[in-house]
Every structure is written in C-alpha cells, then in structure tokens.
C-alpha cells in the first residue's frame, strides 16, 4: 500500500470514529434533556416523557372541565395560567411558581393587579405564556419544567398543551362568583387547587373567611330599612367600558342585598354575574338613586356624565355617585368584592356600617388574602374609594 493511500485511510477512519463519539453523545443527550422548539413553532414540538421517573407517586383527580389529570403527588413547581396565579397566590404557594403570563411581568399592567402588587418578586420569572387564552411559550414551559400547570379557561388549550409538553395541565375556575352556583364551582376549584398543592387547609380557611365575610355584610344591612335604588356602571369585560356596562349579580351589591335595579326579576336581564351592556334608554328609565362605578373606568365614564341625559339622572343630581375598587381587574378579585360590599354598606346603611373605616377594613381583608396591606399602594396606582364630585366637570 502506498504512503498516500496510507494516509488516506487513515484520515477517513479517524473522521468516522469522531462521527461515531458525536453521535453516541447526541443520543444520551437526548434521554436526559427535552429538546425544545421555537416559541413559535408549538405544533412541531418535541416533548420529554413525564413517565421516566418511575420513583414520582401521582394522584388521580378531575379537574373544573371534568378532565382526569394524574398529577405528582408533591408538587415543587407550578405555573398558573389564564389568571390561575391569583389563587396561587392566595393559597400562599407562590415560592412554588416558576413562571408568570406576559401581564403579570408588565410594569404598567400587571403592577396594578394585587396578587402582583403584592409580591413582585413574580415579575422577575420567566415569561411562559402571552396573557388569557393566547399563545403559550412551550419551549420557556419545558425550560423551566414545572410539576403542574393550573389553566383558567377552555379544556382543548388544556388538553392540546398537555398532549404536546407530557405536563399535567389542570383546569381550574376563574370566572366571577356571585350566584350559588358559581360561588358552588369557585369551592371546588380552590379545594382543587388546595389539595395539589398541598395547601387544603389554607383552603379552607380562604373559604370559611369569605362565608364569614358576607355573613357580617348580610346581617348589618338586613338591619337596614334603606331600600334606594342602587346600579353598578362602568363594569369591566373584554376591556374597559362605560356606564352602560353592568352586571346583574354583581357581588358587593349581592352581599349586602341591595336593590340593584339590573337584577329586578321584572326585567329578567341575567341569572349569573357577568360584564353585560344595557342600552342608554334602559339605564335613564331606571333612574337608580346611588351609582357605583369602578375605578378603572373613571375615566370613560366621567365623560358620559358631561351629557345632558345623564346629568338628569337622580343619582348624578343629587350627588350619590360613588366610586368603588376593580373587583375585575385581570379577571376576579374576590378580596375587593368583600372591601367593595363594606364601603358601599358604609354608604347605603351608615348605621350599621358607623363602626367600619373601608381603608382599614380594606387592608385587613388584603393582609388575609395576599399577606400584607395593599390599600394605599393600589389606589396610588388606579383611585380609592370617594364620592365622585359631578360639577361642570368630573373630578
């Protein structure tokens, strides 16, 4: 054999062993560590199996859509989705997050809701999922590769998203409470959540506390000859709205039983709480006595005052329009729903409510559910509570 032939062989032997090493590497490489895809690339993403640690104990349970999900018995780490991070938060679990939805994270935004406000340790996490039911970031999910996922919204996102990470993905109940029934399916979900994350107690507590809650708002304004006319504008869904924005069961005004003229049985509007519009004849044929509107919608709402219909109804006249706190905000903020029961009772029933200051009733219900007061610091942000001065301009 020839010395260049020689040579020849050799090179190509040499190349084919360090092929062979590489590929071998690749393989083990492949075991360990989930491959990833492009964020924007989810349908095409290749999964890591959830099933090779055969040491892991799982449970069994049935999610709010009904779904049988296996979950870790111990779970370490978790995302909450589609606004889920509030219940997190309440069930004092948040060392247990590991990623946040692209709001939450957002200065502007996501300051302004209270279960960010009050820890913002959680905006520095990684950002896994645009806000609601968007786009998820599957390769940020496995990254960081959480125990559970808790989805606040449709069972096919949660049942495409769990298909394609070998996550558990739980559907839990994020709509508004109000009616029995959805105060029934809000229990169920926090009771959920509780028990996955080893908080059951804490769940019940949360639970008892708000029974307790409406039970001292009932009871003070049954006490209450006061039957004037109340209605709730500005209320907020798929964004901001005006005055003709309202909700039928709109909680702090279901709490106290007050007589909120959209859920007269007369005019059958809605049997469960929900963002609904109204037309502007509707609203000047009730003529309510006290309006309440939120603090988020002030703005829009303060320019519809300025208008000459408006200006005659009852409660703009003689100066009974109130400004409450953003029981939606990002979805359902169960705290201020209580706060929002007790400054509106101070308002409509100042007897029995003469022993409550609505600040200080608002931070003890804060420090409950979030763990600190948060009052002065939210309403720095978006407005407290006032009686809204309609002159010639709104103040």
């Known amino acids: 054999m020839n010395k ?6 050799v090179t190509i032997l040499s190349i084919f062993a360090v092929v062979t090493i590489l590929m071998s590497c690749g393989c083990t490489s492949e075991v360990t560590e989930p491959t990833t895809a492009s964020t924007t690339d989810n349908d095409n993403i290749s999964i890591k199996d959830n099933n090779l640690d055969k040491n892991t104990e799982y449970i069994t349970v049935t999610d709010m859509a009904g779904r049988t999900v296996r979950v870790p018995k111990k779970v370490d780490r978790t995302i909450g989705l589609g606004s889920s991070l509030r219940e997190i938060v309440y069930l004092q679990a948040t060392d247990k997050v590991v990623g946040v939805e692209k709001l939450e994270s957002d200065e502007k935004v996501g300051s302004r809701t209270l279960y960010i406000l009050t820890h913002k340790e959680l905006m520095d996490l990684p950002i896994v999922s645009e806000s609601g039911n968007v786009e998820q970031y599957y390769e940020r999910i496995l990254q960081i590769n959480p125990d559970v996922i808790f989805i606040g919204y449709e069972s096919d996102v949660a049942d495409d998203m769990q298909e394609k990470l070998q996550i558990p993905v739980v559907v839990v109940y994020t709509a508004p409470v109000g009616t029995e029934n959805q105060n029934e399916q809000y229990t169920q979900s926090l009771r959920l959540m509780g028990k996955i994350l080893d908080k059951e107690e804490r769940a019940e507590e949360i639970l008892n506390k708000i029974e307790e809650y409406k039970a001292d708002l009932a009871l003070r304004a049954s006490k209450s000859t006061n039957n004037q006319t109340v209605y709730l504008g500005g209320r907020a869904y798929q964004g901001i709205n005006g005055l003709t924005a309202t909700d039928a069961k709109w909680p702090p005004l279901v709490y106290l039983g007050a007589n909120n003229k959209a859920n007269n049985v007369a005019y059958d509007l809605c049997n469960e709480s ?22 988020i919608s002030i ?28 029981y939606r905000w990002y979805l ?10 007790y400054y509106i009772g101070k308002v409509l029933y100042p007897e029995q409510f003469e022993d409550i200051d609505p600040v200080e009733k608002a931070d003890e219900v804060y420090t409950f559910f979030y763990g600190k007061p948060a009052y002065d610091d939210l309403t720095g942000k978006i407005g407290g509570f006032k009686k809204l001065e309609l002159g010639s301009e709104n103040q």
């Open 4 to 9: 260049t032939l020689k040579k020849s062989l």
């Open 274 to 295: 929900k963002g609904m519009a109204i037309s502007k004849e509707q609203l000047l044929e009730w003529n309510p006595e006290c309006i309440f509107i939120s603090s």
């Open 299 to 326: 703005d829009k709402v303060s320019k519809e005052f300025q208008k000459p219909e408006f200006k005659n109804l009852d409660a703009v006249s003689n100066n009974n329009v109130y400004q409450v706190l953003p």
């Open 332 to 341: 359902y903020n169960k705290g201020t729903a209580i706060i929002d029961s």
